[in-house]
């Protein structure tokens, strides 16, 4: 007999865990094909349970489920492998890549590229040198598939962004020519910089600051000047500059 709304082995990441009753989990989920939402995984929490081991965080799981509510039933959970385990500033770093996919994505809403996007932040973060530039190509990335940010390669106007010349950054806008005095939160930025993140290149420190202060700007308009639930965790990551 067939379980309702049963999904077999789908691609995905555990993004946030809280125990439920008194052994199970309620395990928030990100696939590419069925978006963010939430299992539950019972008897996760007892010893000898079979998912206990799997069910690990920035490492790539296949999951089945069934159920059609707000709240689906765990079936089964597979470990992929291939990713190292984060830990130090890197572990910190992947809890934010974590804690932006939460605020930013809505439950059930499937956008692939989203899951694609943080499945290549995790394995840049378990190798990166620069972690800053894997912080800063997630949060344009993402800001970008969800709609909330669009190209840096032309103005305003329509125009190719000139390296030579600074430009105005608004929320909602494509950049424009700096002149005068700016109205409302804006960010004035050198071509060459915008050009840099529109190529994903974040090889110079003055590009990944570029980056971060236009991130900044952009991300606080959409959550608020305490996006985060950890101050901590917040100051952690502001403190990459590197």
């Known amino acids: 007999m067939s379980q309702p709304g049963r999904v077999d082995r789908q691609p ?11 052994t199970s989990l309620l395990v928030e989920v990100l696939t590419p094909q069925h978006g963010r939402f939430t299992l539950v995984a019972r008897g996760a929490r007892r010893p000898r349970a079979d998912v206990r081991g799997v069910l690990l965080p920035f490492q790539p799981l296949t999951l089945s489920w069934f159920g059609k509510g707000e709240v689906r039933t765990l079936h089964t959970a597979e470990w992929n492998g291939g990713v190292p385990q984060l830990s130090g500033l890197r572990l910190v770093c992947g809890f934010y890549l974590n804690e932006l996919m939460l605020k930013l994505t809505a ?3 499937a956008e692939p590229r989203a899951f694609t996007i943080y499945d290549q932040a995790v394995r840049a973060l378990a190798q990166a040198h620069s972690l800053s530039g894997v912080l800063r190509r997630y949060e344009l990335r993402l800001l970008q598939a969800l709609g909330y940010a669009g190209s840096f390669a032309c103005d305003v106007h329509g125009e190719l962004i000139d390296p030579a010349a600074d430009y105005l950054c608004r929320c909602g806008a494509l950049p424009e020519r700096a002149s005068g005095e700016p109205a409302g939160p804006s960010l004035c930025l050198p071509g060459a910089a915008l050009l840099a993140i529109e190529a ?6 003055s590009t990944r600051r570029a980056a971060r202060s236009l991130l900044r ?3 606080t308009d959409l959550l608020g000047e305490e996006p985060l639930a950890s101050r901590e965790l917040l100051q952690a990551i502001n403190a990459i500059a590197d």
């Not at 994903?200 to 420190?205: E, G, N, V």
């Open 107 to 109: 439950r059930d809403d």
């Open 12 to 22: 995905g990441y555990l993004l946030h865990t809280q125990p439920y009753r008194e």
């Open 217 to 219: 700007l952009l991300l």
């Open 200 to 205: 994903d290149d974040y090889a110079a420190a």
